[in-house]
């Protein structure tokens, strides 16, 4: 795998994604069906959650093994940083170490290593990041 094969991060975000839509935690929380989009939303119907930067690195010298750095943010109005907080704590319980199935890859690991929440004056809204280390493997 060279540096410039996103394959294994294609695959991981669309299980990411699918496995975010699908945690009943989650959409008692953003929406039914989940606001999850992939980059920041032009509708901005809030809360909502988008998936960001993610980058892919070989790691090691086996072939295959890619080291992934996601991420994810939540987008909320609501009065305070109870609600963006409550999101990201859901996301971080719904994907730390979980079984995803990805398209021709094995995931090794997945898990939360920082997350922060803030105000943006620019939108009047919180703004919650949480960045995921993941491992993956071809299969």
């Not at 750095?69 to 009065?79: F, M, Q």
Request: hydrophobic share 40%.
């Amino acid at each position: 795998m060279t540096p410039f094969d996103q394959g294994a991060g294609f695959a991981l975000q669309a299980a990411i994604v699918a496995h975010l839509k699908a945690d009943a935690g989650l959409k008692a929380l953003i929406g039914d069906p989940p606001r999850v989009v992939d980059g920041p939303s032009r509708e901005r119907v809030y809360p909502f959650v988008s998936y960001d930067d993610a980058r892919e690195t070989p790691l090691g010298p086996a072939p295959g093994h890619v080291e992934h750095d996601i991420r994810l943010s939540v987008h909320s109005r609501y009065e305070g940083r109870r609600e963006a907080k409550e999101i990201a704590t859901a996301i971080v319980s719904a994907l730390n170490e979980a079984p995803l199935n990805l398209a021709g890859r094995r995931l090794v690991s997945l898990r939360a290593v920082y997350s922060d929440v803030f105000h943006r004056l620019e939108t009047d809204a919180h703004q919650g990041v949480i960045r995921f280390r993941a491992v993956t493997e071809a299969i």
